[in-house]
């Protein structure tokens, strides 16, 4: 097998895919043994010493980083906080992912990623830490993941530069606080590459069947966005595994197996189990998971063909322009993805093209080249998707990218600085700080209010040490490891400045974003839980600007408008559906009362935008005091349109709140004909008046709109503070 570094830094026995054998003690020596946590701290016998301590001191700053200011979230994503909730109190809800521990609908997701918050609920009650702390761990353990993968092959300095540049992308710092399914999405697919790696250095079928079983546990944390980066692995596999053609497709089918089985056996479980007693698929227009995966989760996601979401995307092609923003190649670097992920990333196509140049006369088994191909295909798969996909795409699915751009980084600049005596590994070492710098101060440049001394200081530092990068090969050691140091700095100042800005900020709601204030375009701030495709809500005024900034997604005018709306506002400034208390959308900043989403508000439901389709309602003591009454009594306290909307009063009142069509209110869950029964059986005690999109926008289902008709003619209504409730167990008659 065929290696390209530096014989001082990698042995042998590594070369193999294991650590060097010690050599023998002499005649009547005995080796002192270590204790564990000598083991532990020292790490490799045959590592510097300082390579385990700085290990350590990564994932340590790592979890304090993110740890930071961590309840300022309150509930982050009340819909999932709802849904931990509830599996926390209900095994059979804890199964199935369901919104409320009545079950009467789940998440418009496979439950994997609210498992381990669950059992941290269970455990130390339900708090904002018990929700987040899960989610650190989950970004220091990819950390951990990305690091362990590159020092494999290259140098512990690699694994450490690679291991930064994840813990400080501001998309990375938002997703690992936030609990959404993408934080263990990423350290999935990060630990799927690692095993691959593993595999492709001896051949062995184990690893690559824990590859198979880590992405298909990550399908069932985000179901096919799991599959992304198969072709890249499948193939680099294929190709460059050090055993026969024949062995390698057995391999490749086995591991094709283990995806099956082990994403495969929760769907089996759910498709078999009779409808009647489990909780409706949230998502799917017929209760069905299979249909939820491959049509709303699945491939409308690519084509904006989404049944019972609130609007689709771009057409096909470059530049398309859509609902869910502009698609087209550079779609990762434009005004409102820029600034959550793409700092590296022209510094990290420039490494990989140059890793894959330095290796390009090694061996078809080469282990280094291999690495490059995996780490670097799940990069390039991963982003051309994202670029090209018409249907709901927000800004924080960029944190996928993060672990693969964070390896492209460590394992390029570990392998231009061993050949920087070579003019072409220098000048491309060069030419990735450069790029690095340059970029830098252009997403800076796009918020001038924030940090505006520090862009000169980020291209002038990268311009310095790319200049002395070039002559690294020929500059002594400490002048040269004083260049790329400076490089370093230069790189990685500006997305760290993000990163900070993201962690002193809380982040609620549906829709967030990383980084300062304006940010984002679509965004409109810390959370930025604007309006897709530019532009704020209705009621809410001017947009942030930028393509599409208007009311509505893409930029559109709210329906029946009859004209452009130039503040973004629907007709009399109302929200669909009902009001939205002071008519505004989330800004996906955190409610500054904590987690109990009172606000100090003697009265109900207030603030929830589109009608609580993204961040649900403030609900008051009041509101709350009614609610709990007699509470034993009933299944579900309320129902409530949309699932937000029923989240926030769950998660105020810790009792099961239904949820009305789902996530959109476009989920034909319950029927009128259901909603009828329930109600004579005595199992629902209030409908909380308002929530959802209205049939204007795609919003609520048929079944929705004609059992808030009914509600409203046949109960009495029941107002408290600013809230309207109907007492389901008081006909006017």
């Known amino acids: 097998m065929t290696t390209h570094y530096d014989p001082a830094v990698h ?11 010690e050599a023998p003690a002499p005649p009547g020596h005995h080796r002192p043994r270590r204790s564990r946590f000598g083991r532990l701290w020292r ?3 045959e590592d510097p010493r300082w390579v385990r301590p700085a290990f350590l001191a990564l994932l340590t700053a790592t979890a304090l980083l993110y740890l930071y200011n961590l ?4 509930w982050a994503n009340s819909f999932y906080s709802a849904a931990v909730q509830a599996g926390s109190q209900s095994w059979k809800a804890f199964f199935f992912g369901s919104l409320d521990a009545g079950n009467a609908i789940t998440v418009d997701k496979p439950p994997a990623a609210l498992w381990p918050m669950a059992l941290a609920v269970r455990i130390f009650g339900l708090s904002s830490w018990s929700i987040l702390v899960p989610e650190v761990l989950m970004g220091v353990g990819t950390v951990a993941v990305v690091y362990a993968a590159v020092r494999r092959r290259f140098s512990p300095a690699a694994g450490l530069i690679a291991g930064a540049v994840l813990a400080l992308t501001p998309v990375a710092a938002l997703m690992f606080r936030f609990n959404n399914p993408d934080a263990l999405l990423a350290l999935l697919m990060s630990l799927a590459c690692y095993l691959v790696v593993r595999a492709l250095e001896d051949g062995r079928t184990k690893w690559l069947v824990w590859a198979g079983v880590a992405i298909g546990f990550a399908f069932l944390a985000k179901t096919l966005q799991a ?5 890249a692995l499948a193939l680099v596999y294929g190709v460059c595994a050090p055993v026969r053609l024949r062995k390698r497709l057995g391999q490749l089918a086995l591991a ?5 089985v082990s994403g495969g056996w929760w769907v089996a479980v759910v498709e078999l189990w009779p409808a009647s007693s489990r909780p409706y698929v949230g998502g799917s227009q017929n209760n069905s998971f299979l249909e939820l995966t491959f049509g709303y989760n699945g491939l409308g996601r690519l084509n904006g063909e989404e049944t019972g979401s609130v609007g689709g995307g771009g057409g096909p092609g470059g530049g398309g322009g859509g609902q869910w923003g502009e698609t087209g190649w550079d779609r990762m670097f434009n005004s409102e993805i820029g600034g959550q992920i793409s700092w590296l990333l022209p510094a990290a196509l420039i490494l990989l093209v140059a890793g894959l140049l330095a290796t390009r006369r090694a061996a078809r088994t080469d282990a280094v080249r291999a690495s490059f191909l995996v780490w670097g295909g799940s990069l390039l798969m991963t982003a051309a998707v994202f670029s090209y996909m018409a249907g709901i795409f927000h800004q924080y699915y960029t944190v996928a990218l993060a672990p693969y751009l964070a390896a492209v980084v460590g394992m390029g600049a570990a392998t231009l600085w061993e050949r920087r005596e070579r003019i072409w590994a220098s000048l491309a070492l060069a030419a990735a700080v450069t790029a690095s710098a340059a970029w830098g101060y252009v997403l800076l440049d796009r918020t001038p209010d924030y940090l505006p001394w520090l862009r000169t200081p980020v291209l002038v530092g990268g311009l310095v040490a790319a200049l002395g990068l070039v002559f690294a090969g020929r500059l002594g050691r400490r002048t040269a490891l004083a260049a790329a140091g400076l490089g370093l700095v230069a790189s990685l100042a500006a997305p760290t400045a993000y990163t900070l800005s993201t962690l002193r900020e809380g982040h609620s709601g549906s829709i967030v974003t990383a980084g300062p204030s304006g940010a984002s375009m679509r965004g409109g701030g810390p959370g930025g839980g604007g309006f897709p495709g530019g532009g704020n809500a209705p009621g809410q005024g001017q947009g942030q600007g930028g393509p599409g900034a208007g009311g509505f997604p893409g930029g559109g005018t709210a329906p029946g408008t009859g004209g452009n709306n130039q503040n973004g506002q629907m007709p009399n400034g109302q929200m669909p559906n009902g009001q939205a208390p002071n008519g505004q959308m989330p800004n996906g900043r955190s409610n500054q009362n904590g987690p109990t989403g009172e606000g100090g508000r003697t009265g109900g439901a207030g603030g929830g935008g589109m009608g609580g389709l993204l961040n649900g309602a403030e609900v008051g003591s009041e509101a709350k005091k009614l609610l709990e009454a007699d509470a034993d ?4 306290v309320a129902a409530a349109i949309g699932s937000q909307n029923a989240a926030s009063y769950q998660l105020g009142t810790g009792e099961p709140v239904m949820a009305i069509g789902g996530f959109n209110g476009t989920d034909p869950s319950p029927t009128l ?6 109600v004579a059986d005595g199992r629902i005690h209030y409908f909380i008046a308002g929530g959802g999109m209205g049939g204007g926008m795609g919003g609520d289902s048929g079944a929705a709109s004609q059992i808030t008709s009914w509600v409203e003619a046949t109960f009495k209504e029941v107002t408290v503070g600013s809230a309207t409730f109907y007492d389901l167990t008081s006909p006017t008659d």
Not at 71 to 74: L, N, R
Not at 633 to 636: E, F, G, I, P
């Open 71 to 74: 309840d300022a979230s309150g």
């Open 256 to 260: 094709t197996a283990a995806i099956v």
């Open 673 to 678: 004909a259901q909603f009828k029964k329930y």
């Open 633 to 636: 009594s009933y299944t579900w």
């Open 11 to 21: 042995t042998p026995a590594e070369d193999d895919g294991g650590p060097p054998p």
């Open 43 to 45: 790490g490799r016998p």
């Open 227 to 231: 599959f992304l980066i198969l072709p």
